[in-house]
């Protein structure tokens, strides 16, 4: 049973809380960074810096957010962000003195500041240490297994009107043994935010039940990676000027 599913018994079931707190400290999670990880990789305790995002409830509290998954992530920042996979209790040690809240998008769980420094205590006590994962993500990709004619045809249409966009790709991203995600790679200048939000929106009225997009720059080296793996749906056609 995964991490998602623990949390789904937990939240219906209180007798199950512990074994999903238990899980939850031994495992990795993720959070978003405002800007990229800055990783001490010569320190000899491996020290990362991290400069977390927070947000507000509706009353105004103040917290962290974290995810079970990357998808769950993603379904939270609805376009792409610094993201860094930490374990839970290496990163419960990092911001004990704020306050967490697990999946803050759907079914999710708040983490107390107290609740954190509790769990900490009885995770020293257990002698329970913090994992560090691998901090390169296994991530792969490849050409998409099933048509994906009408999201290219849709997204070719809003394309041909972009003149700050060069070439565009598709592939499936596999990111561990998460479900493949469609990933668009878009060759362009300027903001990214103005184009992927529209293209986003534009696109969602063709996409499937079962399709989950992501948007991605060429620019960002994982955008380079992907894109290596297939050809351009889409290129812009050269001005008078470039020909």
């Given at each position: 049973m995964n991490l998602d599913e623990l949390l789904k018994n937990a939240i219906t079931d209180p007798s199950k809380r512990s074994i999903f707190l238990q899980t939850l400290i031994k495992s990795d999670v993720y959070v978003i960074c405002k800007n990229p990880v800055n990783q001490e990789r010569d320190s000899a305790d491996g020290d990362v810096q991290l400069e977390l995002i927070t947000t507000q409830t509706p009353e105004g509290d103040v917290f962290i957010p974290f995810f079970t998954s990357y998808r769950a992530l993603q379904q939270f920042a609805k376009r792409y962000v610094d993201c860094y996979k930490i374990n839970c209790l290496r990163l419960f040690d990092l911001i004990q003195n704020a306050s967490a809240v697990l999946n803050p998008n759907s079914y999710g769980k708040e983490f107390s500041s107290q609740e954190i420094?509790?769990?900490?205590?009885?995770?020293?006590?257990?002698?329970?240490?913090?994992?560090?994962?691998?901090?390169?993500?296994?991530?792969?990709?490849?050409k998409p297994e099933h048509s994906v004619e009408h999201i290219t045809r849709a997204a070719t249409k809003f394309l041909s009107k972009q003149p700050n966009?060069?070439?565009a790709f598709v592939m499936e991203m596999i990111k561990g043994s998460e479900k493949p995600q469609i990933l668009l790679v878009l060759d362009m200048m300027g903001n990214?935010?103005?184009?992927?939000?529209?293209?986003?929106?534009?696109?969602?009225k063709i996409v499937e039940d079962d399709e989950h997009l992501s948007f991605i720059s060429y620019e960002h080296e994982m955008g380079k990676k992907a894109a290596s793996v297939v050809d351009p749906f889409y290129v812009r056609p050269k001005r008078f000027f470039e020909r």
């Open positions: 420094k509790s769990i900490l205590r009885i995770a020293r006590n257990l002698k329970i240490k913090a994992i560090s994962c691998d901090e390169e993500d296994t991530i792969s990709y490849r966009v060069d070439r990214t935010r103005k184009l992927f939000v529209p293209l986003s929106k534009y696109i969602s």
